[in-house]
C-alpha cells in the first residue's frame, strides 16, 4: 500500500508560480510511474503531467512550457513547478502513482488558487 501525500497548493495571483510535491510512502517509489492530475469545479479529472520510472515526461498541451515535473526517487517525491499561472489552472491538484492496474495509488489533492 503506497501513501501519496501532496503539498503547496494555495492562492496565487495570475503570472505566478507555485511548486507542488507528492510524498509517498508505503512501497518501493521508483517502480512506479507518477502522475499530476487536477479538477475544476463542475469538470472532469484530467491529466497534467507525468513522469515514469525512466523519468520520461509528458505533458498535456494547455501546460507545456510553464509546468515541469520532476521526481527525486531518493527522497521518495514528485514535484510540479508551474510558472505562468493562470486563472484556468485553478483546480484540486491530484497525485497519482501507478505500477500496474492492481498498484494504483491516489493522494488527497492540494488546492491550487490563481486569482487577482
Known amino acids: 500500500q503506497v501513501q501519496l501525500v501532496e503539498s503547496g497548493g494555495g492562492l496565487v495571483q495570475p503570472g505566478g508560480s507555485l511548486r507542488l510535491s507528492c510524498v509517498a510512502s508505503?512501497?518501493?517509489?521508483?517502480?512506479?510511474?507518477v502522475g499530476w492530475y487536477r479538477q475544476a469545479p463542475g469538470k472532469q479529472r484530467e491529466l497534467v503531467a507525468t513522469?515514469?520510472?525512466?523519468?520520461?515526461?509528458n505533458y498535456a498541451d494547455s501546460v507545456k512550457g510553464r509546468f515541469t515535473i520532476s521526481r527525486d526517487n531518493a527522497k521518495n517525491t514528485v514535484y510540479l513547478q508551474m510558472s505562468s499561472l493562470k486563472p484556468e489552472d485553478t483546480a484540486a491538484y491530484y497525485c497519482?502513482?501507478?505500477?500496474?492496474?492492481?498498484?494504483?495509488?491516489w493522494g488527497q489533492g492540494t488546492q491550487v488558487t490563481v486569482s487577482s
Open positions: 497519482n502513482a501507478k505500477r500496474s492496474q492492481r498498484y494504483n495509488y
Open positions: 508505503g512501497g518501493i517509489f521508483r517502480l512506479y510511474a
Open positions: 513522469i515514469d520510472t525512466d523519468s520520461i515526461t
